[in-house]
């Protein structure tokens, strides 16, 4: 079945450390998205690509950056994880920008 | 703020009866959808409604529609307790030049058998 993966689930790194987490998609979708969400909250876009157009919210932290290497992988990197970065980051993708998104289960992200 | 509002933020009804969760926005759209999404897991998206569209139905849910009142409602009939979890509208917005959804803050629905 066409979907969007990532990984890994859980994720637990130390403060500062930096790390990568991967999202796959096999719907040939133009745009990938990366969402933070913390607990009971919604999900807060932090960047988007669209093809390779590459947009970044305005109040994303510098300490987080992304790479789309090709249609199907998109990764999110984050530098120096501070204690307020733990959350759960979700990958989506849609068709155009205004479609339907098709999210992941998304990344849990602890930070010790 | 261009986000969605919900109401109400948590709703907790017996199984086999309706739920119904409502969404406001501040500027006009071009589409508004609604999202579910278990606990631990990524949102599933449930139904778009254009906004030229008033009401739309998907097997036991029914959204609405009104532009004029910038809301939008979701009753899912005939409760069931895999319904439990939050919902979600977002709306498609044009924001820093780019098109996006933004997202309500949601409502959390419990189905108590």
């Known amino acids: 079945d066409a979907m969007v993966i990532q990984n890994p689930r859980y994720q637990v790194t130390q403060f500062g450390k930096p790390v990568t987490l991967s999202c796959s998609q096999t719907l040939n979708h133009n745009v990938m998205y990366w969402y933070q969400q913390k607990s009971s909250q919604a999900p807060k876009l932090l960047f988007h690509y669209y093809d390779k157009d590459f947009n970044n919210e305005a109040d994303t932290p510098d300490n987080f950056q992304s790479r789309r290497p090709n249609t199907s992988f998109c990764f999110l990197d984050i530098r120096s994880p501070g204690l307020g970065d733990a959350a759960m980051y979700l990958c989506?993708?849609?068709?155009?920008?205004?479609?339907?998104?098709?999210f992941g289960d998304g990344t849990r992200l602890s930070i010790l | 703020s261009q986000q969605g509002e919900e109401d109400p933020q948590a709703l907790s009804i017996q199984e086999g009866e309706n739920a119904t969760m409502n969404c406001s926005y501040k500027?006009?759209?071009?589409?508004l959808q609604w999202y579910r999404q278990n606990s631990g897991r990524g949102l599933v998206h449930l139904i778009l409604i254009r906004s030229n569209e008033r009401e739309k139905h998907s097997g036991r849910l029914r959204v609405t529609l009104d532009t004029s009142k910038k809301s939008s409602s979701l009753l899912i009939t005939a409760s069931r307790a895999a319904d439990t979890a939050s919902y979600f509208c977002?709306?498609?917005?044009?924001?820093?030049?780019?098109?996006?959804?933004?997202f309500g803050q949601g409502t959390r629905l419990t189905i108590n058998p």
């Open positions: 500027t006009s759209i071009n589409n």
């Open positions: 989506a993708t849609s068709r155009l920008p205004r479609s339907a998104q098709h």
């Open positions: 977002a709306t498609d917005a044009t924001l820093q030049g780019a098109q996006k959804l933004v």
